[in-house]
DNA sequence: CCTCTATGTTGACGAACTTCGAAGCAGGAT
DNA sequence: ATCCTGCTTCGAAGTTCGTCAACATAGAGG
């Protein structure tokens, strides 16, 4: 299932190893790289869907529990998840007829160190 | 010059005010307004623009400066510095002939607190 | 085996995005 | 006023994206 070529964002982020987006200049493949993922948010309905999906109690989610809430076919969720995943943003995996997704911190926790000022802890919100 | 018509983050992030991106279902509304930032986020020639102004020593930095680091024509930086703006992630000043761009920091730190997990601090990378 | 339910994949189409050249505008210099 | 330079806006071409209907697949249960 998670046989995705994943987008791997580097070394950097929350393990302070390297330079954060607003400290120093970010080299081409690395944006490239870096935009695949901020393009994957990039959308009212990928965000929903991951917003649901780190939100949940138990840290996993079935895909229909996701379709309902929105008034779009049951493919193009299929599609925006899969693009989630692609970005590694969430992981999946089937469980009997169902298909659970989960979110994938490592990849938000690079994200936010990324966009995160040298002087600024950036505490999470609420 | 700066009078576009800006996407507002409401109330939350670094603030601690609202509900983080991670912590509770996103509403339909928040989602489209935050869409627009992360799309704006979501192109390479952006993120390299954002990260140039942002890294600038003195906090601002002239076209002419950031036009040559692209094979690209001018009205083409042009167009995604107006994208960013729009974003409320830069702001810019004309001076004489020159056009001066820098960050606008609490977009940023905003973003960078939606994606930041409750027991994760999240300092700045670097 | 066959059928039913839950998901993912494919192909197609309109909308949106990226890019360019050409034209427009604002200021400084002549 | 006239020209030149720096930057933005306009209009068009090519590409990518979001969406759906139709089809394919995986597993449960007869």
Not at 12 to 37: F, I, S, Y
């Amino acid at each position: 299932m998670s046989k995705q070529e994943l987008v791997v964002l580097g070394q950097d982020g929350a393990d302070g190893c390297c330079p954060g987006l607003l400290t120093t200049p970010l080299g081409e493949e690395r944006a490239v790289e870096l935009a695949k993922v901020f393009k994957a948010l990039g959308d009212p309905v990928r965000l929903r869907l991951l917003s649901m999906i780190a939100s949940r109690e138990g840290g996993e989610v079935c895909v229909c529990d996701l379709t309902p809430a929105f008034d779009l076919s049951q493919p193009t969720i299929s599609h925006h998840l899969k693009l989630l995943r692609q970005a590694g943003l969430i992981d999946c995996e089937r469980r009997g007829t169902w298909v659970y997704y989960w979110l994938l911190p490592e990849t938000t926790d690079k994200l936010a160190g990324l966009l995160t000022r040298p002087g600024q802890p950036a505490e999470a919100s609420s």
